[in-house]
C-alpha cells in the first residue's frame, strides 16, 4: 500500500506518518506541504522518495494507491474529491468538511466512484472509547450522560505545536465534530435535540471562543458538551462516561473509573494509539474491499447534527 500524506509537516501529518511507520506493507512514497524547503527537508529526514508543493504534484503520480489529508480544514472538502476523482483511496483528517453542503458533496464523490473515503473520527478508535463500546454492544452498560470538556488557550492563530498557521480553527466543525459524532456513535443513532450557545466572536479570528452544547439521543441519554479557547490550563478534550454501572473518564488512549482508577486497556486493540488504529483501519478496508468504519457516509449524519446545532446558534 503505497501512500500520499498531504500537510505532513503539520502536527497531525507527523502523527501519521509516525503511526503509518508502525504498519507492516506500508510505504510513505510521496509527502505534500506548501513550503518547497520544509517538504523536502522532511523528506529526506524520513526517506521519502517525493516530496510536492500541491496536492496536484502526488495525484498524478502511479506509485501513490491512497492520500491521508492532514490539510486546512477549508481545503478537506475540494481536496478530498480531488483525490477520489484522480482514482486515490481518501483518509481526511476532522472534519471532512466545514459546512453541510460541501460533506454532501464529498459524500455524493464516494458513492459515484466507490472508493474508500474515511473521515478523521479518531475518537472512534481511542482504546478508551472502545472499550466502552465493546460494552455497550455486549449489554453490559449504556450510557445516561457524556460530560465533555474541550479546552484550549488559543487566542492566536497557532496550531497543535504552538507555531502560526495560515488558516482559522472552528470549535464547532471541527472540535465539537469530535464529540457529536462520538455521541451518536455510542449511542446507536443521530441525535434527536441537538441546541449551542457560543459566546462573544474574537475581534481578529472572527470566531466564538467559547461554546456550549447540548445533545440527547432516541434512547434518554444526554450530551453536555463545553469547548474553548479561552482556557488557561491543560489542553485537550475529556470524557467522563456517566452509565447505569460506572463511570468513566477517557482521556485520549487512556480510561480510569470514577475513581481515577486506571483500566487495563491492552486487550483492547493492536495499538494504544488511537492515530494508528484509524490509519489501520483505513489500510485495512482498502485492501479487503470492504466499507471502513468511519466512512464518509457513516459520519454524515454527524455533520447533519453539526448543521442543526449551528442554525439554533445563528
Not at 502511479?62 to 489529508?69: F, G, K, W, Y
Not at 472512534?124 to 472509547?129: A, D, E, G, I
Request: charged share 20%.
Amino acid at each position: 500500500m503505497r501512500i500520499c500524506v498531504a500537510g505532513a509537516y503539520g502536527a497531525f501529518g507527523l502523527k501519521h506518518l509516525d503511526a503509518l511507520a508502525q504498519i507492516e506493507g506500508v510505504e510513505v512514497t510521496s509527502v505534500m506541504g506548501p513550503t518547497k524547503a520544509k517538504i523536502e527537508a522532511l523528506a529526506a529526514a524520513r526517506g521519502i522518495g517525493h516530496a510536492g508543493t500541491t496536492l496536484g504534484d502526488c495525484l498524478t503520480r502511479d506509485d501513490v494507491d491512497a492520500v491521508i489529508l492532514s490539510t486546512p480544514t477549508q481545503m478537506h472538502a475540494a481536496q478530498a474529491i480531488a483525490c477520489m476523482e484522480a482514482g486515490k483511496h481518501v483518509l481526511v483528517e476532522i472534519p471532512m468538511a466545514d459546512t453541510l453542503e460541501d460533506s454532501l458533496a464529498v459524500v455524493a464523490k464516494q458513492k459515484e466512484t466507490g472508493l474508500v473515503a474515511m473521515a478523521g473520527q479518531v475518537r472512534r478508535f481511542n482504546p478508551s472509547h472502545q472499550w466502552i463500546k465493546n460494552k455497550i454492544d455486549a449489554g453490559e452498560l449504556k450510557i445516561q450522560q457524556m460530560d465533555v470538556q474541550t479546552y484550549f488557550f488559543r487566542r492566536t492563530n497557532t496550531n497543535a505545536k504552538g507555531e502560526p498557521r495560515s488558516w482559522t480553527d472552528h470549535l464547532l466543525w471541527h472540535h465539537a465534530c469530535h464529540t457529536v459524532d462520538l455521541f451518536q456513535y455510542q449511542t446507536g443513532g443521530k441525535a434527536v435535540k441537538a441546541f449551542g450557545l457560543q459566546g462573544p466572536a474574537h475581534p481578529d479570528l472572527g470566531i466564538a471562543m467559547d461554546m456550549a452544547i447540548g445533545l440527547k439521543s432516541e434512547d434518554g441519554a444526554i450530551c453536555n458538551l463545553s469547548l474553548s479557547f479561552n482556557n488557561d490550563g491543560p489542553f485537550g478534550t475529556f470524557f467522563r462516561y456517566i452509565c447505569d454501572t460506572g463511570t468513566y473518564i477517557a482521556r485520549y488512549d487512556d480510561l480510569y473509573d470514577g475513581n481515577e482508577n486506571q483500566i487495563d486497556l491492552s486487550d483492547v486493540a493492536v495499538s494504544n494509539n488511537g492515530i494508528e488504529l484509524i490509519d489501520r483501519e483505513f489500510i485495512s478496508a482498502i485492501q479487503e474491499g470492504r466499507t471502513p468504519n468511519g466512512c464518509v457516509t457513516d459520519v454524515l449524519a454527524a455533520m447533519e447534527t453539526l448543521d442543526r446545532i449551528e442554525q439554533t446558534m445563528a
